[in-house]
């Protein structure tokens, strides 16, 4: 048995969890520009950039679940494994995306506290993809062997 809760049948507690973390990120950026600037403006060309490129995973991730696709950690009854697309290089491009979308909006807004929540919604979604991969391998036998050969969330990096 995983040590990590299940919080809740299907997780619902772990999208919850997620939900709050958004608005703290959210919120966190719209407090003001900490620096200003060149930095500024190269940060929020990255932090752009990042967007863009988060958003772009996720997307893609979204896209290539297909009928799989649901909003809890918990994989649906009759879904099967998906290696191809973005899932052939990460196993869960939704949450990279959603990271590297968030790390670009603290660059974007000049929030050290929007990089800092980022850094605890890297922690959260860790957490949550080891407890959602503990669902998957009870559910596809094959789980073991991708997750052995794919990064977890940022193509060749982590």
């Not at 979308?101 to 949550?128: C, I």
């Amino acid at each position: 048995m995983p040590s990590l809760p299940a919080l809740g049948p299907r997780g619902e507690g772990w999208v919850i969890l997620q939900l709050v973390l958004f608005g703290l990120i959210a919120l966190a950026g719209s407090l003001g520009p900490a620096w200003n600037g060149a930095l500024r403006t190269v940060t929020s060309a990255a932090g752009a950039t990042a967007i863009v490129a988060g958003g772009f995973l996720a997307m893609r991730g979204i896209i290539d679940l297909r009928e799989n696709l649901t909003p809890l950690p918990h994989p649906r009854a009759q879904s099967r494994l998906i290696e191809q697309g973005a899932y052939r290089f990460v196993r869960h491009p939704i949450y990279g995306g959603l990271i590297f979308a968030a790390a670009g909006w603290g660059l974007w807004t000049a929030s050290p506290a929007a990089l800092a929540m980022t850094l605890v919604l890297l922690g959260f979604f860790d957490l949550k993809s080891r407890r959602e991969e503990h669902w998957l391998e009870a559910r596809h036998p094959d789980y073991a062997g991708y997750r052995s050969r794919t990064k977890r969330f940022f193509p060749l990096v982590y």
